[in-house]
């Protein structure tokens, strides 16, 4: 059962509009990133990828100088770099990933969407902020139907949970978790791939292509032996 909540009127997009109007301290924070970063996207980031994905990646929020800058998500900083590296190495995209928006780089039977669109100040929105945005999961979750969700934090953990009107308690956060939820998708947990967590050790790049190539067997199914012998 998704949010009981329904999204306002002419906003059941899975995208907000270019100028969203929902958010006041978020609309601030985009007019003055307009005037001190002129050449930026600066706007509501939208979902990329497959619409119809198998695998659906949530994160949390554009960053001021990565998808804010650029307008993709996770593209232009340091959580895209291994992100998208290991994506590329399980069969989630195909071409090579050079944190801007036309490398060519494509997302195979993924999409990704972030549970606040607008870049926060601190890279920190509020609850008022991820409630608000939360229709435009919504809306995202009903089109895509996927079979699988990789979640990067806490946050976007919840968020999705709160959004498939899933019990919270019933399915913990821990990274590396595999949740089967009541839709009988699965829910992948992880860390979020920033460079804070991987810096601290909060997060390896093993650890993380651990959770990625989990989800990635379920949606694409087992890796061929070499040779094409069948399944591994």
Not at 99 to 127: E, F, M, S, Y
Not at 220 to 227: A, D, Q, T, V
Request: proline share 9%.
């Amino acid at each position: 059962m998704l949010d009981p909540h329904p999204p306002r009127a002419g906003l059941a997009k899975a995208d907000p509009p270019h100028d969203c109007p929902l958010c006041p301290r978020l609309v601030g924070f985009r007019h003055d990133n307009r005037r001190q970063y002129p050449d930026f996207f600066n706007a509501p980031v939208p979902n990329w990828g497959d619409p119809h994905a198998g695998l659906a990646i949530i994160g949390l929020a554009p960053g001021l100088k990565g998808a804010n800058r650029t307008g993709r998500p996770f593209t232009g900083d340091y959580a895209g770099d291994l992100l998208y590296a290991t994506l590329e190495k399980f069969g989630l995209a195909t071409g090579h990933y050079r944190q801007r928006p036309d490398d060519g780089l494509q997302l195979k039977h993924t999409l990704i969407v972030n549970a606040v669109h607008c870049v926060p100040p601190q890279n920190k929105p509020t609850g008022d902020e991820i409630r608000t945005c939360r229709q435009f999961l919504v809306a995202a979750v009903e089109q895509a139907a996927p079979r699988a969700y990789l979640v990067l934090g806490r946050i976007a953990h919840d968020s999705l949970l709160t959004t498939l009107g899933e019990k919270r308690s019933r399915y913990p956060f821990t990274h590396g978790a595999e949740h089967r939820l009541t839709s009988g998708a699965t829910l992948f947990d992880s860390y979020h791939c920033s460079r804070y967590n991987t810096n601290t050790g909060v997060l390896t790049t093993a650890m993380f292509e651990d959770v990625v190539s989990r989800a990635a067997a379920l949606v694409l199914g087992p890796p061929l032996r070499s040779g094409g012998g069948g399944p591994a």
